[in-house]
């Protein structure tokens, strides 16, 4: 099984709320990714977790929190959002850092109004 | 620098095979890979080759690398409409501390018309 699930599948949201992304993997990974990716252009990396701890943080704006409570989970949590972070956000996982396949989650698309 | 490049659309006829191609710059990729898009979906990895190889097969799909020209290509023989997606090719790039980051293209659009 290399399913990496995401909730919500959409989300509208206003620059004041406050919400969260949830990811979630069974396979035993122990690298886990947030990537963003904005209308017709690539995926761009946000943040790496391994081993639960915060690994990589690609210079994305404190109103982007991300948490990793346990290996299985990675949230993303929003706050004081710009409609300019519309976008689809993908979790992804990897067995390990390093050199290792990603696999990726179907995404969540956030509107920000 | 790292940047990888793709043509950003191809059409062919259902039963025809697809190339999509692809370069990259980062000499030090250990892996390349492609993923396929669905319009409103992640990313499903299709395949990935490793640097020091030429080719790798899997059903359908056949993946040249070509390493001292840095040139990724990826065919789909039988083309199918269900194969009608964005395909992106990315390289990985090992940066501090051992982890492993992606750098995808921009993407190439593929249709398939009957």
């Known amino acids: 099984d290399t399913e990496v699930t995401q909730t919500p599948k959409h989300l509208v949201m206003g620059m004041t709320n406050k919400k969260s992304l949830k990811c979630e993997q069974h396979?035993?990974?122990?690298?886990m990714y947030w990537y963003k990716q904005k209308a017709k252009k690539p995926p761009e990396l946000m943040f790496v977790?391994?081993?639960?701890?915060?690994?990589i943080n690609e210079s994305v704006p404190s109103r982007f929190s991300p948490e990793c409570p346990n290996s299985s989970l990675l949230n993303l949590h929003l706050h004081a959002l710009q409609p300019e972070d519309s976008a689809l956000y993908l979790c992804?996982?990897?067995?390990?850092?390093?050199?290792?396949?990603?696999?990726f989650g179907p995404g969540t698309r956030l509107t920000v109004t | 620098g790292e940047d990888v490049e793709q043509s950003l659309f191809l059409s062919v006829r259902e039963g025809d095979s697809s190339v999509i191609n692809c370069t990259y710059t980062?000499?030090?990729?250990?892996?390349l890979y492609w993923y396929k898009q669905e319009p409103g979906a992640g990313l499903q990895l299709l395949t990935y080759i490793f640097s020091n190889m030429d080719m790798k097969q899997d059903q359908r799909l056949t993946v040249l690398l070509n390493k001292k020209d840095k040139h990724l290509s990826l065919r789909i023989a039988d083309t199918q409409t269900g194969d009608s997606a964005i395909y992106f090719c990315a390289e990985s790039i090992l940066i501090s501390g051992g982890y492993n980051k992606l750098i995808f293209g921009a993407g190439t659009r593929l249709a398939v018309h009957p």
């Open positions: 980062d000499s030090s990729s250990t892996y």
């Open positions: 992804a996982s990897s067995p390990d850092r390093g050199t290792y396949e990603q696999y």
């Open positions: 396979m035993g990974h122990r690298a």
């Open positions: 977790y391994s081993y639960e701890k915060l690994s």
